[in-house]
């Protein structure tokens, strides 16, 4: 049974700094990526890694400290040997597919495995993600702000508050 890490990120860009970072540092595999969309709308995404122990802690630690560089990370932590209703039931919806190729920067691609339990021979990807949705289909998913009008008279824009006498332009001077 391989280690599972785990990095939890706010926002993609974060999550695919720290997977680089992570994938450089040792030799271990990103065997699952999860995407939720939380409160507020924010993208959260949690990486997982497999590997031996020793490599799977040294991962996590260059992952999530090169994406507290870039953006929050919100978690990070090292499951030394995973039970298998964890990585079967828990973590089985977000497994890559084995032998799903992912482009690198370079051009090349590599093969992810998917199992928890695979021996780490195979290098690392350098590249961790599938080809992103469309951007049609990515603005569809997204949530509907509640108030799409324009805003009345009394009321700031984009808030159901009135506004500030100062932010209205009237000022309340009395004479001295």
Avoid: C, W
Avoid at 56 to 62: D, N
Wanted: hydrophobic share 45%.
């Amino acid at each position: 049974m391989q280690a599972l890490g785990l990095i939890e990120t706010l926002g993609f860009t974060t999550a695919v700094s720290a997977a680089d970072a992570a994938l450089k540092a040792a030799d271990v595999q990103l065997v699952a990526v999860e995407r939720v969309i939380g409160v507020g709308g924010s993208l959260g995404v949690t990486l997982h890694f497999s590997g031996d122990v020793a490599a799977v802690t040294a991962s996590v630690e260059a992952g999530q400290t090169e994406g507290r560089r870039i953006g929050t990370v919100v978690s990070a932590h090292v499951i030394a040997k995973a039970h298998s209703d964890v990585t079967g039931k828990i973590l089985g919806n977000y497994l890559l597919p084995e032998g799903t190729a992912i482009p690198a920067a370079d051009g090349t691609s590599a093969t992810s495995a998917s199992a928890m339990d695979t021996p780490a021979a195979a290098p690392p990807a350098t590249a961790a993600f599938p080809p992103p949705a469309s951007a049609a289909s990515a603005a569809a998913a997204l949530p509907k702000p509640a108030n799409t009008g324009p805003a009345k008279p009394d009321q700031a824009a984009g808030t159901d508050k009135a506004p500030d006498s100062q932010d209205a332009g009237m000022s309340s001077d009395s004479p001295d």
